[in-house]
């Protein structure tokens, strides 16, 4: 049975909406779910035999919060291996008929709670005109929305079947037109509705704890442009070089001074993610090298000159404190002039 909802209802679900979306996108795991690979993604899943295996590995991958991350849970991985495996075999029905393979990767999936999430995924991917990006966490969104408003369905039964996808995508399309949100309202519904559904797993973490969203997700060096500061005077192309880029842009973008900074303005500028680099391994070690002198950078002028050979140290250590700069937030620096357009 389709959901249906009236205009009041709708609108009184996108109220609902309105009064807790704040308090939960401010934790929303943004480097674990960019848009900018699933944009990617749906250009090359609309021909199935054109998505590889490496491809498939890195959606589901996505899907299951592991982008860029080598810690996925058993479960997860074995999931993603048997896609993979079983995707020559299904390749064919689903460039003729997604809704088919559907059956077909429920026969193929013994995990299905895991299964699930994965071929919603390929669905959305496959056809993302015709169904929303939808998984468990979702759904239960969903029937809690219903539950609020007293929906005539508020008790109906989640079976992770074809038909909740279905239910999901016209929920989710009747609803997202009445945020007040413009062009960001898809995006902002479809990050509430995943991060609300999995809200009991953040009930240990601390009640001061938030997120940011990157101010620059995506970056290159081939196109990145600046009127205020000259890109090209940096030479290396490593992480740390890449998050320096993001944060002269930054500057630019508030038209705030490069001078009479600290640490701590620089890395509150610098959320995971910024740059593409969601890795949190990856990205902590980047910021240390940001202000170290590794390779002759020279990216900052610091009130006390010895910080650059102690974060240069830390950077050069196998047994770094990752989180070095945050004991070194309130110390001033510039950047270096010569990274500065003299007409600034």
């Not at 609020?148 to 038909?163: A, F, M, Q």
């Not at 930054?250 to 969601?278: A, H, K, W, Y």
Request: with cysteine; net charge neutral; aromatic share 12%.
């Amino acid at each position: 049975m389709t959901i249906s909802m009236n205009e009041k209802e709708k609108k009184a679900i996108a109220t609902a909406i309105t009064e807790r979306i704040d308090e939960y996108l401010n934790r929303f795991p943004y480097a674990r779910y960019p848009v900018e690979p699933l944009e990617e993604w749906q250009k090359i899943f609309c021909d199935p035999e054109a998505v590889t295996t490496e491809t498939l590995r890195q959606a589901l991958g996505w899907q299951f919060g592991g982008w860029q991350r080598k810690d996925l849970a058993l479960a997860h991985r074995k999931t993603i291996s048997t896609v993979v495996n079983a995707w020559p075999d299904v390749l064919e029905i689903a460039a003729q008929d997604p809704l088919q393979a559907f059956a077909l990767w429920q026969q193929k999936l013994p995990d299905w709670h895991n299964g699930f999430s994965a071929v919603a995924l390929l669905l959305h991917l496959q056809q993302p005109d015709t169904f929303e990006l939808a998984d468990l966490h979702r759904l239960d969104t969903m029937m809690e929305l219903l539950n609020i408003i007293d929906h005539v369905e508020k008790d109906r039964s989640i079976t992770l079947s074809l038909d909740d996808i279905q239910d999901y995508t016209t929920f989710f399309r009747a609803i997202a037109p009445k945020l007040p949100y413009g062009k960001t309202s898809h995006t902002k519904l479809d990050r509430f509705m995943k991060i609300y559904g999995n809200r009991h797993a953040y009930k240990h973490i601390a009640p001061d704890y938030q997120t940011r969203e990157p101010l620059i997700s995506t970056f290159s060096w081939d196109r990145a442009t600046s009127k205020r500061f000259l890109l090209d005077q940096i030479t290396l192309r490593a992480n740390a070089d890449r998050l320096f880029a993001c944060f002269l842009l930054t500057l630019e973008s508030e038209n705030r001074s490069p001078e009479q900074l600290t640490i701590g303005d620089v890395i509150s500028r610098l959320p995971l993610g910024t740059g593409g680099l969601c890795n949190p391994a990856s990205f902590n070690y980047a910021l240390v090298a940001l202000f170290g002198g590794q390779r002759q950078r020279d990216f900052w002028i610091f009130e006390k000159p010895e910080l650059l050979h102690g974060f240069t140290e830390q950077a050069n250590q196998s047994t770094r404190n990752m989180r070095y700069y945050l004991a070194h937030a309130s110390e001033k620096l510039s950047v270096n002039p010569k990274y500065v357009k003299v007409s600034d």
